[in-house]
């Protein structure tokens, strides 16, 4: 039987990898995704699944523009993926509160400039308000703000529904391949070889998020995307104490329907190690306590981890890979990639066919470190 | 085929009802011990298998005697389990050094006394000799004692090398026992009906932990014994930081060779509701952290709790029960079951079969509240 050749390789399977394929699998191309173990299982699976509201006519940066045009898609893709698959991936718009000490005035004040410039709806909330969404919010904070359209997705949940929708469309998987050698010949990329098999492709997309970097370093391109941890304890009440997600910071809350409260999360350069430490669990339980006291008795039901992959800049790195003809990268959405997937993936298929983005992409490209 | 009528029927297969068994087991009578689930899954597994040192001789205290008479039979016991088993429990004399704050001045010279009055070795240490024993102690603390003849013993395995041994003695235990109808005779209690079974003995032991005041609730006596839930957290390193138990007040840090440590415990009355809570775990978190600093980095492997019994003045009730001329308890040992257990059960054993106790029972008899 002759194997499978695609039109792209994608290497690395989550979520960014596989909306991709499904993206480009949509626009009729044939596609192998690799994965060095099964898809889904590294940061995208780890993270809370926060989806930030946006407003892509007034949004002016690279990061506004990438998260409003992927918040403008996300219901209409969670809809999609429900239908094609029957997997509910848990998305809804559940609001936020983000919550200000008396020292961070100058952080809201800047916030809700940039809320107001790019369109983003949020309204101050008197201490009677905020008890509605909270009733039991720590009352020492200043100020609270509440954001009515942010969304939320469970991403294991997400990552099943794609792994499903991408196999549906003729995607072909291949998990666990522990040694991928890419052979070149002059600025292209022509083949993958497995050790059971040997891929022939016309276009190579690297998604694998911290591993992009010792990926491209092997074919002589250097995009820096570091490993960052993040540990998230995952708490667990009878009743849901709020429904919304709160926001301290980069700290959050996020209850799933089902009692679930996820607790997170630290920010550490250590390397590529997974683990949950002492400090990072205790600083987690600390914070989700001081923000609602009533979640002292709350049990604690799991912990884990993930590696964020960070750019130098914290903004991902998108598009063609500079000396190469036939590569695209799509990593180091940081904290985001979850949030960004949608529209990282509609513009990264774009781009592979060679047709305008919807979005601009100045700000993103590879050739900026 | 005729069922086994054991001789003594025991209720509550912890660390109490199985040492129990054994020791009369090896007096020559019949045994059947009865578990609601699997044996040793309660206090007894949940704890940290530390042994406080004593000193019989000049014990004078009922804790003091439990405490010192069963120090005084634990490393015989750990080897002769060993050679019928072939289980190794982890017994070991670890030593401890024990922490105390500038303000608990009173509490080291109140404890100092005690240990001198009993003639158990301790020394103050410098700070020098105190970083001997635990490198990265928080200097901060004003005093450090060391117990030199303080032991541990891995409380999982010492259980299942009980288990082992009863069976070998010819202990017949029977586990996951939903109901029991105990038949009473004026004031005897004669049989236990078991769904499919019903035993017939000469005398009944009650031996279940906080279980223990329902049982015996049914059969018209008082023994008040409620759980108190200690929440545990396990915290490992590739290398330990020190060899030795630290204690601090009612809290510890327990190292197992293989680089676990064990960070305990709260205490808490609510009932028998075991979980983890938020605020339980960040505690001892912060504990261990503020004890020794380097523990930050001390990977979070696993958290769980337990139900302490407790009595009314924390003291184990052991002996006859008062009004019923077949009925013996062994329970309430508080935080002290798994350390008290050798004392406790060779004393239930001799009582049980009239002899003469080792160590007096006053003040642990089950008609003092």
Chains 1, 2 share one sequence.
Not at 37 to 44: H, L, N, V, Y
Not at 132 to 145: G, I, K, M, R
């Amino acid at each position: 039987m002759p194997l499978h050749q695609p039109d792209v390789l994608i290497m690395g399977g989550g979520v960014i990898g596989l909306t991709t394929a499904l993206c480009l699998a949509d626009k009729g191309l044939s596609i192998s995704l690799l994965d060095r173990q099964s898809t889904g299982q590294e940061a995208s699976w780890a993270g809370a699944g926060m989806l930030p509201p946006g407003n892509l006519q007034n949004a002016t940066t690279p990061e506004a523009r990438l998260r409003s045009y992927s918040h403008s898609l996300w219901a209409g893709f969670s809809q999609r993926l429900l239908e094609q698959t029957g997997i509910d991936n848990g998305y809804r718009v559940c609001g936020a509160v983000n919550v200000f000490n008396k020292d961070e005035g100058n952080l809201l004040m800047a916030q809700s400039q940039a809320w107001t410039d790019e369109g983003v709806r949020f309204h101050l909330l008197t201490s009677n308000e905020a008890i509605q969404y909270v009733p039991d919010l720590n009352p020492a904070f200043e100020s609270t703000v509440y954001l009515p359209d942010f969304a939320q997705v469970r991403n294991p949940r997400h990552l099943q529904a794609l792994r499903a929708a991408c196999l549906q469309k003729g995607v072909e998987i291949i998990e666990h391949v522990s040694e991928v050698n890419l052979v070149a010949a002059d600025n292209r990329i022509l083949q993958a070889r497995l050790p059971n098999r040997i891929l022939s492709f016309a276009t190579l997309c690297v998604t694998a998020g911290s591993w992009s970097t010792s990926i491209l370093q092997s074919l002589g391109v250097e995009i820096p995307v570091r490993p960052i941890r993040g540990q998230i304890v995952q708490l667990q009440l009878n009743k849901l104490p709020f429904n919304c997600v709160i926001e301290h910071g980069r700290q959050y809350l996020v209850p799933r329907q089902d009692g679930l409260i996820l607790v997170g999360s630290t920010q550490e350069d250590v390397g590529f190690e997974k683990k949950n430490t002492a400090e990072g669990i205790a600083q987690l339980l600390e914070f989700a306590v001081s923000l609602v006291p009533t979640l002292r008795h709350a049990e604690v039901v799991r912990c884990w981890s993930g590696l964020r992959p960070a750019s130098p800049d914290e903004l991902p790195t998108l598009g063609a890979v500079p000396g190469l003809s036939n590569v695209f990268v799509g990593a180091g959405h940081f904290r985001s990639g979850l949030q960004m997937s949608p529209g990282t993936a509609a513009i990264l298929a774009d781009v592979i066919c060679g047709s305008e983005t919807v979005v601009s992409m100045e700000g993103l490209a590879a050739d900026r470190f």
